[in-house]
């Protein structure tokens, strides 16, 4: 069973900045990929990135492309959102989220999900 805990969400000013943290535990994770999603009430959930844990290989939404990075630390087992630029419209609840696979960009079901932390950018 994967746990995943996300924290780092806040509020911040419109040109700032806000890294997101993703604890994750549970089985080994070399067949995995991690996602970020983030969600607005009535609207639906997006992936904003998504990274393989045994390789380099990423994925960007168009709207976060060049000011946000995914990344992870396998030593200690956290994944990274490191968000610059950052606007009002990225406000949202961020999730952490994982699924066996090898193609972060594929729309496949995430399986096992963070309790989600808030970022909200300020104009």
């Known amino acids: 069973q994967v746990q995943l805990v996300e924290s780092g969400g806040g509020l911040v000013q419109a040109g700032g900045s806000l890294t997101l943290s993703c604890a994750v535990s549970?089985?080994?994770?070399?067949?995995?990929?991690m996602g970020w999603f983030r969600q607005v009430p009535g609207k639906e959930r997006e992936l904003v990135a998504a990274i393989t844990w045994s390789s380099i290989s990423t994925f960007y939404t168009d709207s976060v492309k060049g000011r946000f990075t995914i990344s992870r630390d396998n030593a200690k087992n956290t994944v990274y959102l490191q968000m610059n630029s950052l606007k009002p419209e990225d406000t949202a609840n961020y999730y952490c989220?994982?699924?066996?696979?090898?193609?972060?960009?594929?729309?496949?079901?995430?399986?096992?999900w963070g309790q989600g932390t808030q970022v909200t950018v300020s104009s």
């Open positions: 989220a994982a699924r066996r696979g090898t193609r972060p960009a594929a729309t496949v079901p995430y399986a096992y």
């Open positions: 549970g089985p080994t994770l070399s067949n995995y990929v």
